[in-house]
């Protein structure tokens, strides 16, 4: 039997920096395409950057473009993936299987200036038409989405975005996918530190990702029992704000509390501005308010971590995985409608829709937000 290419497919990609749950999405939406759907998947490697190069090899040479289909056609699944230079790969049953759990994604990710570019995305659009694809789904942040907007503004091709990233700074969503995995991640690096700290009766200083976004922080900050929180929301800190931040700690210090995790999220930002990381700015003041002359806890030690990159890694959550199969059915459905256009999947009040690109923010995530630093004050034994 010869190989043929397939016409009228789905083309998925994911972009910006990895989520876990994105492996869990590309099972779901490549099982779900050949179970239910009857349809073809794509798998695009390295997000837009994947299109870009394959759209410059291609676009004006009709035999690279011959060559190309019958690559897709003949390099299916694993046989694709292990191809580096095959930069869009038809994806069978084998090659989702046992990666659902999996973090990072399995078809890379990237980020890729040259899409800022209409000259570059409308040589993407050419691509895709060629390939003769019935829909892209691009899963990502922000940017990412942004990206997968203009495309669908740019050309009649149908773009469905998927939220992926840790940052859960996508206000017209409830929940990003990858924010439970690395809140669960934060819990346990938390855990870890407070061993250490208690052990040595120690103020640790933990720098979180999120962006400009405090949520990431918030979350961990409320399911780890961390005993305080910074936040980029409540404005760049100055020296006094530091000064009161450590009169804080102490003060709980004085009222026999012997260690404190303190976590501070990625956008914090100083007045005057630093050029250090967040939480070795914090240390230096932490440590000489505590020093300071007839100060009562003048040997309390402060150490900073910068914890990273660990929070995009590990095990995807049960949480995650059910949501990147919820979205990968919501992107589905919309793309089967026959008149349904482009738009995006978003979590609401644990009901999955399609949105619009450039809904505006939900009013009900700034309160989630709220709620959660209240909570959080509340909670704490200052
Ligand atoms: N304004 C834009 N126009 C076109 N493409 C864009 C735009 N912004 C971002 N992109 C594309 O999306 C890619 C990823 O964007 P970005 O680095 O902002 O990450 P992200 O999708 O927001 O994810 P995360 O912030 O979680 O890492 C960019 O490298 C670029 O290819
Ligand atoms: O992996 P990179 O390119 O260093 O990007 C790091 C950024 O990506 C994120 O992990 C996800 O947006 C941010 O929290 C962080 O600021």
């Known amino acids: 039997m010869t190989a043929t290419f397939p016409e009228q497919s789905v083309a998925v990609l994911f972009s910006g920096g990895d989520a876990p ?113 019935r829909a892209l789904v691009v899963v990502g942040g922000d940017g990412s ?12 091709l149908r773009v469905i975005g998927v939220p992926a990233t840790i940052d859960n700074d996508l206000q017209f969503t409830d ?62 800190l100055n020296e006094e704000a530091m000064k009161k931040l450590a009169a804080k700690i102490e003060g709980a210090m004085t009222r026999g509390r012997g260690h404190a995790i303190v976590l501070v999220a990625e956008g914090v930002e100083f007045d005057p501005p630093q050029k250090r990381n967040r939480a070795y700015v914090l240390m230096d003041a932490f440590q000489q308010y505590f020093q300071r002359a007839g100060a009562p806890f003048q040997d309390l030690e402060v150490r900073p971590s910068v914890l990273g990159h660990l929070q995009r890694g590990g095990h ?19 793309i089967q409608q026959p008149d349904g256009g482009s738009g995006i999947t978003a979590l609401r009040g644990n009901v999955v829709e399609i949105v619009p690109y450039g809904e505006p923010d939900m009013p009900e995530r700034a309160a989630y937000s709220r709620e959660m630093e209240l909570l959080h004050d509340a909670l704490s034994s200052w």
């Open 21 to 133: 749950g994105m492996n869990a999405f590309l099972r779901a939406v490549v099982r779900l395409g050949l179970n239910r759907e009857k349809i073809a998947v794509l798998g695009i490697r390295d997000g837009y950057r994947g299109l870009v190069r394959t759209a410059r090899a291609v676009n004006d040479d009709a035999e690279a473009l011959v060559r190309l289909k019958n690559d897709i056609a003949t390099h299916t699944g694993r046989a694709g993936l292990i191809s580096e230079q095959l930069h869009i790969i038809q994806m069978d049953h084998a090659s989702v299987s046992g990666i659902m759990g999996k973090g990072g994604t399995i078809l890379g990710s990237a980020r890729c200036l040259e899409f800022h570019d209409k000259k570059v995305r409308d040589s993407v659009i050419k691509l895709l038409k060629s390939l003769n694809v």
């Open 145 to 156: 989405l942004t990206g997968a907007r203009l495309l669908a503004q740019e050309s009649d």
């Open 175 to 236: 929940m990003a996918l990858g924010v439970d995995t690395a809140v669960n991640t934060l819990v346990w690096a938390v855990d870890h530190f407070i061993d250490t700290a208690r052990s040595h009766r120690r103020v640790m200083v933990l720098e979180t990702m999120g962006r400009a976004s405090g949520d990431l922080a918030r979350m961990a900050g409320l399911a780890s029992g961390a005993e305080m929180i910074i936040t980029p929301e409540g404005g760049p």
């Open 316 to 334: 995807t959550t049960p949480g995650d995985c059910i949501l990147a199969a919820r979205f990968a059915d919501h992107a589905w459905k919309t």
